[in-house]
């Protein structure tokens, strides 16, 4: 019943999108049309997701449907993993449709995104759904198809042609990783349904191949170094509220791909798999947000700590993988729970943060946040959102990103139980390089925040600014709410995630609603324990106690006075601390090393009138190593066969027939 519900949710996508072609002119009732049909059927499909997660234990319910391929037709099913993985996409897609209705009014081409915004919803709907990989990788390709058209959607605009086409060029590729990946899955006999591959898993080294093309496959999708490279040019070129999407949303469906392929269908793994993971992982975290510091555009900014939050995702996989090669159930169940925490806590954090960026560039027409400043006292609302999306993704309590980090750190503290050497050294390593993101991302989101919203503004467009409609703020608090919500009580969410644990790992964490004051106890109460409810009481305590020893004991004297104006009565705003000033220790400690920064001031002699001038270049070490290359090899071959276009009707003839002698001599060798 839950999965006929489903599916007819998802054909009301199709035909709301098919429908917004047709009325493509009308744009206003077309655009409330498109935005209130995809919330309806977020709503009920968030419900369903809901339902069958409470509901998980007594098992997944399927349904096949003969349609697809005449041997194998359709096959769908919802168990503990699809179902909270569609509690993940449709609480997105309910808060990026809410979203839509007031920012679909200002869109700049709504022919170009409202056919396709339900298709994208539609198509990671179908990806989670799947349980044949015929749907499967049809569905991802949909999924890529839609998402790749409302990149487009400002195809005018610099650099968003070339976003698209990076774009379409990784996602083609993972795809095809992804079949060979179920190829090797399915064997001579091809048994594509999801329930043979079970029956039947793969060798050892076959499932090692198969590790290896879910981690090209699903984590080029979902931005993991060194296959994030279309990410930061994506994300910023689609509308702000698909940007939401494909940030906190798809992102996701790429790791519900890795988890499928690799926890369910390749069997049991070995202990090396977690280390490769892991490394990966700590890869991504790190790098991720070193790139997110050096930028200046808000929303390449949140695009580049996406790929720094996949990696706190995949070292939490990579930890549980090592856990369960070793049998050691608990501390699996830990690392899983923590790296699905995070799944979700960070489509939370980064869609409000997505939306905040939405906002800003409604308001103001820039995403550059040095010509920005001021917006707190002319957006008060969207600051006070955007604050609270910062502090989460900095790991701040008791915001929810700092539960999901803080359960990573419990796992990564059971570690020295691995037998492994390799994995004693490696997994301390990934800790540290975990513990330094955090206090990074931190930094950034002060530079983020303060360059944006806090100061004067700094250009007509900051000074200019207006709060943004109602239905968009009414999205970001919603988000703001569940934050807070899952950071305060995070054991009912730790809860609800046992039955995917026990699915995937036949172990679980013991239930947190035992006990009181919702106190969280990942391992044991003699360790280490949280609780956000007495930790906000004692930061409001702390604050009260503060503010009421300074008014008693401090001078009742009044005495008014100007700031310091550091001998500036009147400075231009350009004077103040920007971005770029914030980011500079930061680059100069880790530019040499990961970006080969280069730096240079040009002085005027004195006398001389013109300006002082400061130049710096970045430049992207994994574009520079494993990109440009084969950039240019396809540059090389496509310069010399253009040359075949000149050629006269005589070498086209020889062409051909040299072609058929030399394939009759492989035949004939052949045989």
């Not at 994030?228 to 791909?257: F, I, R």
């Not at 892991?278 to 949140?302: E, I, N, T």
Request: proline letters at 5%; a positive charge; charged letters at 10%.
């Amino acid at each position: 019943m839950a999965l006929t519900v489903l599916l007819s949710c998802i054909g009301v996508l199709l035909a709301t999108g098919i429908v917004a072609v047709a009325g493509a002119g009308w744009k206003g009732l077309a655009s409330n049309l498109v935005y209130a049909a995809a919330l309806a059927a977020g709503a009920v499909m968030l419900s369903v997701g809901l339902s069958a997660l409470a509901a998980a234990p007594s098992g997944a319910e399927t349904l096949d449907l003969p349609v697809g391929l005449p041997w194998l037709g359709a096959h769908f099913r919802l168990d503990a993993l699809s179902a909270f993985f569609l509690v993940v996409v449709n609480l997105g897609g309910f808060t990026a449709s809410l979203y839509g209705l007031g920012y679909g009014n200002r869109e700049e081409s709504p022919g170009r995104v409202l056919p396709f915004f339900p298709a994208f919803l539609a198509g990671m709907n179908l990806v989670v759904l799947a349980d044949d990989a015929f749907t499967f990788l049809l569905s991802w390709e949909f999924m890529s198809l839609a998402s790749w058209a409302l990149v487009m959607a400002h195809h005018r605009v610099h650099d968003n042609a070339r976003a698209g086409y990076i774009y379409l060029l990784m996602a083609s590729f993972g795809t095809l990783a992804l079949l060979l990946a179920f190829g090797l899955l399915a064997g001579p006999a091809g048994g594509y349904a999801f329930s043979a591959i079970r029956a039947a898993p793969p060798s050892a080294g076959l499932a090692a191949a198969v590790l290896a093309l879910a981690l090209l496959g699903a984590g080029s999708k979902a931005g993991l170094v060194p296959l994030h490279v279309w990410l930061p040019l994506a994300h910023p070129a689609a509308p702000s509220h698909v940007s939401a999407l494909m940030s906190g949303v798809m992102t996701k469906v790429a790791v519900y791909g890795f988890v499928r392929l690799v926890f369910d269908l390749a069997g049991p793994p070995d202990w090396w798999w977690g280390a490769l993971v892991l490394l990966l992982g700590g890869a991504s975290a790190v790098l991720g947000v070193l790139y997110a510091l050096m930028q200046h555009d808000l929303k390449r900014l949140l695009a580049y700590h996406t790929v720094e939050n996949i990696g706190i995702i995949f070292i939490g996989l990579g930890l549980a993988l090592a856990f369960r090669a070793n049998g050691m159930g608990l501390a699996a169940a830990l690392a899983l729970t923590a790296a699905l925490l995070h799944v979700f806590n960070h489509s939370l954090f980064k869609s409000l943060l997505f939306l905040g960026a939405g906002a800003v560039l409604g308001a103001t027409g820039e995403r550059d946040m040095e010509r920005l400043g001021g917006l707190i006292r002319r957006m008060p609302l969207t600051a006070i959102a955007f604050l609270a999306g910062s502090a989460a993704i900095s790991a701040l309590p008791p915001f929810n990103g700092f539960v999901s980090e803080w359960l990573t750190f419990q796992a990564i503290l059971v570690s020295p139980k691995l037998p492994q050497w390799l994995l004693k050294f490696l997994v301390p390593a990934v800790g540290a390089t975990l513990a330094l993101s955090a206090a990074l991302a931190a930094g950034c989101f002060v530079k983020a925040f303060g360059a944006t919203f806090l100061g004067r503004p700094r250009g007509a467009a900051a000074q200019q600014a207006h709060e943004t409609d109602r239905a968009s703020l009414a999205a970001m608090f919603v988000l703001v709410a569940l934050c807070l919500l899952a950071g305060l009580v995070p054991g009912v969410f730790i809860d609800a995630l046992a039955p995917v644990g026990q699915q995937l790992l036949g172990a679980r964490l013991a239930p947190q609603g035992q006990f009181a004051w919702f106190t969280i106890v990942p391992i044991e109460d003699s360790r280490s324990s949280y609780n956000g409810l007495l930790l906000i009481v004692f930061i409001a305590l702390g604050a009260w106690l503060a503010a009421a020893v300074i008014h008693r004991w401090a001078s009742h004297a009044l005495r008014r006075a100007p700031a310091w104006d550091c001998g500036f009565p009147d400075a231009s705003p350009a004077t103040q601390y920007t971005a770029g000033s914030f980011a500079q220790p930061i680059r100069r400690v880790f530019g040499s090393l990961v970006f080969r920064a280069y730096e240079r001031v040009s002085m005027p002699a004195p006398g001389r009138t013109e300006p002082a001038r400061f130049h710096l270049r970045l430049r992207d070490l994994v574009w520079d190593t494993f990109y440009a290359p084969v950039q240019g090899i396809v540059d090389f071959g496509a310069d010399h066969l253009n040359k075949v276009q000149t050629w006269t009707i005589r070498a086209y003839l020889s062409l051909v027939f040299g072609t058929v002698v030399a394939l009759l001599m492989v035949l004939a060798i052949w045989h």
